[in-house]
């Protein structure tokens, strides 16, 4: 299905157990879930790429007989307009200092659930990719010199995928309101397992969050 845009951005912390965290002393909100609403400015890019491997062909009596498929191994290039600076730090890893404040590089990156949402072409149906287990890095930060324009150094982060027990061990579920069996709680079920729709989100302060699937 061809799909337009890029509506919604959700993001968890999971703990050693699967279940997203709630909270937000340690979570990302009250229920654990962060949906990047447009009070932070949304997210302007959620590339995924490596889905599926290219498979190699083997040969036999002098003809191609069979494909080998590795598996895929997705990442998504996220690129967020203005997360809130605890929230960014929870996600790629880094812990606070309790007495300067400070935000320092553990060596651990936490376990991050993603559910992203787009459209399909006719804008009449909702499309969905979910990745219940993965973790976030922040490779650079970019900052120049304002001119007679501002100079905006983004939030830009790279998601790795990885196996999930809730998608039977796989890395990626793709989800839409095209398929008479979807339906929105038991995807955030599958993907932010722990999740109960009836719970409101109580987002960080500077943020304004959405209930989701309720």
């Keep these: ?104 590089e553990t060596g651990k990156h936490p376990s991050v659930a993603l559910l992203i949402e787009s459209q ?4 009449l149906h909702r499309v969905f990719y979910g990745f219940g287990n993965g973790t976030l890095t922040q490779a650079s930060i970019n900052n120049g010199t304002d001119t007679n324009a501002e100079t905006m150094a983004t939030d830009a982060l790279t998601y790795q995928a990885l196996s999930t027990p809730e998608f039977n061990g796989e890395m990626l579920a793709m989800y839409s309101d095209v398929s008479t069996e979807f339906k929105e709680d038991k995807m955030m079920e599958q993907v932010f397992s722990g999740y109960t729709a009836t719970t409101q989100a109580t987002p960080q302060t500077g943020t304004t969050g959405t209930t989701q699937g309720a």
Excluded: C, H
């Design 120 to 123: 399909s072409i006719d804008r």
């Design 1 to 104: 299905m061809a799909t337009v845009g890029l509506k919604l951005v959700t993001l968890a912390l999971k703990d050693e157990n699967g279940k997203i965290i709630t909270g937000v002393d340690k979570g990302l909100s009250e229920n654990g879930l962060l949906p990047v609403t447009t009070q932070m400015w949304g997210t302007k890019t959620a590339n995924i790429t490596n889905i599926q491997a290219t498979g190699t062909i083997n040969y036999g009596n002098n003809v191609a007989v069979f494909v080998s498929t590795p598996k895929g191994a997705p990442q998504v290039a996220l690129d967020f307009n203005k997360l809130p600076f605890e929230v960014t730090q929870k996600l790629v890893g880094r812990a606070k200092d309790a007495t300067t404040g400070a935000w320092i």
